[in-house]
């Protein structure tokens, strides 16, 4: 079993950063690619970026590519996702996700574990 416990969402003007960070316990992180999803209000679960077991793998949602950055610390067990230049579109629930494997896939139908998430909300 994995548990992922996200943080460092709140409240931010256009234009501005936040950093999110996720926490994991359970099995080894080492193993698994990581994970970032979000979900608006009324829309399906969305991805936004992925990094693989090593960090040598990441893939990103074109609405973000530029803006956001993700990386991992497995010494701390942890993943982040820097995210600047943030919009109001970008508001929504962030969720970290886990999978066991080398491929960092989009679909959140091929993550196992996920985290409760954090609310981001960006005003204009």
């Known amino acids: 079993q994995v548990q992922l416990v996200e943080s460092g969402g709140g409240l931010v003007q256009a234009g501005g950063s936040l950093r999110l960070s996720c926490a994991t316990s359970g099995r080894s992180f080492r193993n698994f690619t990581m994970a970032w999803f979000r979900q608006a209000p009324g829309k399906e679960r969305e991805f936004v970026a992925a990094?693989?077991?090593?960090?040598?793998?990441?893939n990103y949602a074109d609405s973000v590519k530029g803006r956001f950055t993700i990386s991992r610390d497995n010494a701390k067990n942890t993943v982040y996702v820097q995210m600047n230049s943030l919009k109001p579109e970008d508001t929504a629930v962030y969720y970290c996700?886990?999978?066991?494997?080398?491929?960092?896939?989009?679909?959140?139908?091929?993550?196992?574990?996920w985290g409760q998430g954090t609310q981001v909300t960006v005003s204009s």
């Open positions: 990094i693989s077991w090593s960090g040598g793998g990441t």
């Open positions: 996700a886990a999978r066991s494997g080398m491929a960092v896939p989009t679909s959140p139908d091929n993550y196992a574990f």
